[in-house]
T-cell receptor, first 115, second 110 residues
């Protein structure tokens, strides 16, 4: 398996522009997570899907952020309009039960810079 | 609220043993996980404890005491490549929330 795939790997945009981050989870995994990582705030869970249904979006910073999972193999995180404080690394992770444990597999991340 | 505490930095020499502690305060508890993250990379899973006791995986071991809300990651026979950040994470509320600790930066010196 190719692992969790994220695109783009790097994104530089100007304040006010729309940004769409994409994620393909590992085939067969039924949970998908979006995280944001910054030096100041560490690794924060933004939203979590189970079987394509959003379960907990309490970590989404504000209405400018939205996430969708139209099917088991694809999810998007959208920021509209973007602001400089959104600059961070955004990780997507997927998980599925294995041997009684639950392991999250992270994608390589999207490094977002909003100017 | 939910919070996890870890030391911010730990330094050790090659071949040594180091222990990274994690204390947590959450509204529920579903398990304690440990992740490793190298600079510029993504977190990678190391271990998971749902029950009290020690779990061993090669040079790495993880311990959990639910009564103390405490766990640790033990790294033995340290190697230079072990220099990275290590995060503990708790899943609480029967798996509805996933919270990461602030991370511990481990530096392994020659």
């Amino acid at each position: 398996d190719a692992g969790v795939i994220q695109s783009p790997r790097h994104e530089v945009t100007e304040m006010g522009q729309e940004v769409t981050l994409r994620c393909k989870p590992i085939s067969g995994h039924n949970s998908l997570f979006w995280y944001r990582q910054t030096m100041m705030r560490g690794l924060e869970l933004l939203i979590y899907f189970n079987n394509n249904v959003p379960i907990d979006d309490s970590g989404m910073p504000e209405d400018r952020f939205s996430a969708k999972m139209p099917n088991a193999s694809f999810s998007t995180l959208k920021i509209q309009p973007s602001e400089p404080r959104d600059s961070a690394v955004y990780f997507c992770a997927s998980s599925g039960l294995a041997g009684g444990q639950e392991t999250q597999y992270f994608g390589p991340g999207t490094r977002l810079l909003v100017l | 609220g939910q919070s996890l505490e870890q030391p911010s930095e730990v330094t050790a020499v090659e071949g040594a043993i180091v222990q990274i502690n994690c204390t947590y305060q959450t509204s529920g508890f579903y398990g304690l996980s440990w992740y490793q993250q190298h600079d510029g990379g993504a977190p990678t899973f190391l271990s998971y404890n749902a029950l009290d006791g020690l779990e061993e995986t090669g040079r790495f071991s993880s311990f959990l005491s639910r009564s103390d809300s405490y766990g640790y990651l033990l790294l033995q026979e340290l190697q230079m490549k072990d220099s990275a950040s290590y995060f503990c994470a708790v899943r609480d509320n029967y798996g509805q929330n996933f919270v990461f600790g602030p991370g511990t930066r481990l530096s392994v010196l020659p």
